[in-house]
C-alpha cells in the first residue's frame, strides 16, 4: 500500500492550490479517503472525508466553504482543492486511507507542506 | 464539544522504564472507537492499537491499550529507544470522524 502525495507549496494569501494523493497495492474505488493537517509544531487536525464514489464529502468548520475534497478513481487519485488560503492553513497536509469507512486510518501519505505567507 | 484531552504534554523517560499516557474525553466514547498513534519527527503518524486495546499488526506488544467511557491510557511496559515519539488518542466513527487529542511527547531523560 502506497500514499504519494504532490502538490505543496508555498502560496500567498487568498491563493489556491491543489494538493494530490495517489494510491497504489490496494484497490483505491474501495476505500473512502481523508485529508489531516498538521500545523508547525502543533497536533494533528482532520480536515476532510470522501467516500468512494465521491457523492459524500464532509469538512472541519475552519475549511468549509473553502477547501474541496474529490477523487479520480479512474486515476486511483485523491485531490484537496484549497482556496482562499489564509495563513492559518499552513501545515503538512496528509491523506489517509481507513480500512472501512468507519475504522482509524491505517494508512498515510508522506505529507505535503503546505506555507501560506506574502 | 467532543474534545480529547492528553496529559501530561510531556513524559521525559529513560530506556527500559514504564510510560503511561492518559486520555480523557469530555463524553462517553465507544471503546470500539478509540486509537492511538505514535509519530515520529518528519513522518506521518502511524497507527498502533485500535478498538482501545487491539494491536495493529506489527506493534510490539509493550504497547497497551487499556481504558473506557472518557478515561483511556497507553502503557508502554519497557522503552525502546525507537519509542520515543509523540504519541497521539483519536476518537473516530463519529461526526466528526477524526478527533485527535493535542498529544503526548516521550523525550529521554
Known amino acids: 500500500v502506497r500514499l504519494v502525495q504532490s502538490g505543496g507549496g508555498l502560496i500567498q494569501p487568498g491563493g489556491s492550490l491543489r494538493l494530490s494523493c495517489e494510491a497504489s497495492?490496494?484497490?483505491?474505488?474501495?476505500?473512502?479517503m481523508h485529508w489531516v493537517r498538521q500545523s508547525p509544531g502543533k497536533g494533528l487536525e482532520w480536515v476532510s472525508r470522501?467516500?468512494?464514489?465521491?457523492?459524500?464529502?464532509i469538512y472541519a468548520d475552519s475549511v468549509k466553504g473553502r477547501f474541496t475534497i474529490s477523487r479520480d478513481n479512474a486515476k486511483n487519485t485523491l485531490y484537496l482543492q484549497m482556496n482562499s488560503l489564509r495563513v492559518e492553513d499552513t501545515a503538512v497536509y496528509f491523506c489517509?486511507?481507513?480500512?472501512?469507512?468507519?475504522?482509524?486510518?491505517?494508512?498515510w501519505g508522506q505529507g505535503a507542506p503546505v506555507t501560506v505567507s506574502s | 464539544e467532543f474534545v480529547l484531552t492528553q496529559s501530561p504534554g510531556t513524559l521525559s523517560l529513560s530506556p527500559g522504564d514504564r510510560a503511561t499516557l492518559s486520555c480523557g474525553a469530555t463524553?462517553?466514547?465507544?471503546?470500539?472507537?478509540l486509537a492511538w498513534y505514535q509519530q515520529k519527527p518528519g513522518q506521518a503518524p502511524r497507527l498502533l492499537i485500535y478498538?482501545?486495546?487491539n494491536r495493529v499488526s506489527g506493534t510490539p506488544d509493550r504497547f497497551i491499550g487499556s481504558g473506557s467511557g472518557t478515561d483511556f491510557t497507553l502503557t508502554i511496559s519497557r522503552l525502546e529507544p525507537e519509542d520515543f515519539a509523540v504519541y497521539y488518542c483519536?476518537?473516530?466513527?463519529?461526526?466528526?470522524?477524526?478527533?485527535f487529542g493535542g498529544g503526548t511527547r516521550v523525550e529521554i531523560k
Open positions: 489517509a486511507r481507513p480500512w472501512q469507512w468507519f475504522d482509524p486510518p491505517d494508512y
Open positions: 497495492g490496494f484497490t483505491f474505488t474501495n476505500h473512502w
Open positions: 470522501i467516500n468512494t464514489d465521491g457523492t459524500d464529502t
Open positions: 463524553q462517553s466514547v465507544d471503546n470500539r472507537q
Open positions: 478498538g482501545t486495546s
Open positions: 483519536q476518537h473516530y466513527g463519529s461526526s466528526p470522524p477524526l478527533i
